[in-house]
């Protein structure tokens, strides 16, 4: 005789995999912004020292894509433009929130098919950068073009988000095993 509740538990099972997959990831995809940004910061000083400054600071001169991004945000939804001050904690704010929005996506999925070893976090990394950094960001006019973009920085970025999804899986591994001892 057939019964249902063998597949029930199954799919329960998977559920709540999936849900406990997306938390950690969500965590990990905090923890992964943060540490992605101390790897820029690191990677800008280091640059620094050996490139010409002045050439650097125009470089960096403008908004960052996640304080044009909050800004907006605040403009459309809560229509307040955002002062000075406003911007240095809502520009990490949306970085943040990002991050963990992607990692628990990034949980999700890793819980739901056979991902193995840090790889599927290189590669999840990788695809956020060519779809997040390099197609949507210039594409909602949050940044310039690539085309107009110093290949530096592309390959800054690239290995930015390497280390993110790096930081991501980890991080998720961990609370997950924590979880399960």
């Given at each position: ?10 799919l ?21 912004a ?6 820029q910061?690191?990677?800008t ?24 991004a ?8 809560l ?11 809502a ?21 739901a ?5 840090l ?11 060519l ?10 006019g949050?940044s ?5 973009t ?22 998720r ?9």
């Amino acid at each position: 005789m057939f019964s249902h509740k063998p597949i029930l538990s199954r799919l329960r099972r998977g559920q709540k995999n999936r849900w406990a997959g997306a938390l950690a990831g969500a965590a990990g995809g905090v923890v992964a912004a943060f540490v992605m940004n101390r790897f820029q910061a690191v990677w800008t000083s280091t640059e620094k020292e050996f490139t010409d400054e002045s050439a650097t600071r125009s470089a960096e001169s403008g908004d960052d894509a996640t304080v044009k991004a909050a800004a907006g945000i605040s403009r459309n939804v809560l229509h307040h433009e955002l002062t000075n001050s406003e911007k240095k904690w809502a520009g990490p704010a949306v970085h943040y929130a990002f991050g963990g929005l992607i990692g628990g996506l990034y949980g999700a999925l890793a819980n739901a098919t056979p991902v193995s070893g840090l790889s599927g976090g290189a590669a999840y990394g990788s695809a956020i950068w060519l779809l997040a950094d390099e197609i949507a960001v210039p594409s909602a006019g949050l940044s310039q073009a690539p085309f107009k973009t110093p290949m530096k920085s592309h390959l800054k970025a690239w290995a930015s988000h390497l280390v993110y999804g790096f930081v991501t899986d980890l991080t998720r591994r961990t609370i997950l095993k924590t979880l399960r001892a």
